[in-house]
């Protein structure tokens, strides 16, 4: 049982760095120092969507429109951290 704990926890070091990925390529996006005209750009972009948005969409429908500030990849990562912190607390009951 305390490796299917830590498959999980390593799933979620994953997802945590994916988010990462992603907050900080739309940031450079954003301030035009990657182009998605560029194929390579475009496509890792595309996929970190394809990945996130099942993650995101949920969310972004309880959240309210904060006028261009998407707040979701911060949700997100603290609902992972969370799940991380939970994991962790309990592992001692799986020895």
């Given at each position: ?75 997100v990562l603290i ?17």
């Amino acid at each position: 049982m305390l490796s299917l704990i830590q498959i999980l926890l390593l799933i979620l070091d994953i997802v945590w760095f994916i988010i990462l990925a992603y907050v900080i390529m739309s940031w450079l996006i954003n301030f035009q120092v990657l182009n998605l005209h560029q194929q390579l750009v475009a496509q890792i972009w595309y996929g970190l969507n394809r990945i996130l948005e099942p993650i995101y969409g949920p969310i972004r429908r309880i959240l309210p429109a904060m006028g261009g500030l998407d707040l979701t990849p911060l949700v997100v990562l603290i609902g992972v951290y969370a799940l991380r912190i939970i994991l962790i607390n309990n592992m001692v009951y799986f020895y």
